[in-house]
């Protein structure tokens, strides 16, 4: 199975200020079709997953811009370019290439 | 607006049985392939298994395969996953998703726990 390494695994950030959380795959994630399928998810306490970002980059409906995702192949990030109160929360990834489809361990965002 | 809405979840004895249920709407429930993941109390998210929009394929990790069988009725937009011969680590919340290449949309979850 494709092991996702999620880092740091705890992020504490100021009000305001940027965020990275970086995922790293133990394989290409570059599909026959040339696509890569990895995507990022947001759940907030108590909450189910949101997906956030699809194929490394494209944020889906309703997300703020402030998120944005970038990479290729093995090496990827999620980046929140000023952290809002709203998204204090654990960040996965996961990969959608290789079955099965694999998580990351989550990335616990808090507020210092 | 898309609602999955899991129910079946609750307390079982180790190699037990259990079914689980998720009823679908405000999507062509049939056009999707649809899966199941599980996440263990206090910990990360594992994909359990998946289906192909007709059921004609379906595929398990490693942890579930002869244990576990997912299934689908588009007639009534419901998907399921029989669970047998339970053991005490699949003691987790089990949520339903439509999945488009990775889940896209989750339902609320179904706590199932594996304890004698």
């Known amino acids: 199975d494709v092991v996702m390494t999620q880092s740091p695994l705890s992020l504490p950030v100021t009000l305001g200020q940027p965020a990275s959380i970086s995922c790293r795959s133990s394989?290409?994630?570059?599909?026959?079709?040339?696509?890569?399928?990895l995507n990022w998810f947001q759940q907030r306490p108590g909450q189910s997953p949101r997906r956030l970002i699809y194929k490394v980059s494209n944020r889906d409906s309703g997300v703020p811009d402030r998120f944005s995702g970038s990479g290729s192949g093995t090496d990827f990030t999620l980046k929140i370019s000023r952290v809002e109160a709203e998204d204090v929360g654990v960040y996965y990834c996961?990969?959608?290439?290789?079955?099965?489809?694999?998580f990351g361990q989550g990335t616990k965002v808090e507020i210092k | 607006e898309v609602q999955l809405v899991e129910s079946g979840g609750d307390l079982v004895q180790p190699g037990g049985s259990l079914r689980l249920s998720c009823a679908a709407s405000g999507f062509a429930f049939s056009s999707y392939y649809m899966g199941w993941v599980r996440q263990a109390p206090g910990k990360g998210l594992e994909w359990v298994a998946n289906?192909?929009?007709?059921?004609?394929?379906?595929s398990y990790v490693d942890s579930v395969k002869g244990r576990f069988t997912i299934s689908r009725d588009n007639s009534k937009n419901s998907l399921y996953l029989q669970m047998n011969s339970l053991r005490v680590e699949d003691t987790a919340v089990y949520y339903c998703a439509r999945e488009s290449r990775g889940p896209l949309d989750w339902g609320q979850g179904t706590l199932v726990t594996v304890s004698s």
């Open positions: 394989q290409s994630l570059v599909y026959s079709d040339g696509n890569t399928y």
């Open positions: 996961i990969q959608a290439t290789h079955w099965p489809w694999t």
């Open positions: 289906i192909k929009t007709d059921g004609s394929d379906k």
